[in-house]
Nanobody
Framework: QVHLVESGGGLVQPGGSLRLSCTAS?????????WAWYRQAPGKEREWVAR??????TDYAAQMKDRFTVSSDDSNTAYLQMDDLKPEDTAVYYC???????????????WGRGTLVTVSS
């Protein structure tokens, strides 16, 4: 079974920072082709935030580009560093990973359950 587990959410004041983590685990050897972060604010649709490939290529939604940084490491963990947070960044943040088992040819997308970020004074 594949599990993606986010952590690092919480309450932060406007202008503050948080770093979210997402760790993938599975019952067999695997590698991550890419990671992505999404968020869903109350009453709104889920929106894409950022992504990073296994080769380290990153891409961001326009409104997050200057404040958010996505990264990953060899421990099958992705991170989302969020700086200068604003109340409108309040949302449940989800990570998605494209995971390929070493015995397989193609990857498949998996999702975590999300972590709540609340930006409020």
């Amino acid at each position: 079974q594949v599990h993606l587990v986010e952590s690092g959410g919480g309450l932060v004041q406007p202008g503050g920072s948080l770093r979210l983590s997402c760790t993938a685990s599975a019952g067999s050897l695997f590698s991550m082709n890419s990671w992505a972060w999404y968020r869903q604010a109350p009453g709104k649709e889920r929106e894409w935030v950022a992504r990073i490939t296994a080769g380290g290529i990153t891409d961001y939604a326009a409104q997050m580009k200057d404040r958010f940084t996505v990264s990953s490491d060899d421990s099958n963990t992705a991170y989302l560093q969020m700086d200068d947070l604003k109340p409108e960044d309040t949302a449940v943040y989800y990570c998605s990973g494209n995971l390929r088992f070493v015995t397989g040819r193609y990857g498949k997308d998996y999702w975590g359950r999300g972590t709540l970020v609340t930006v409020s004074s």
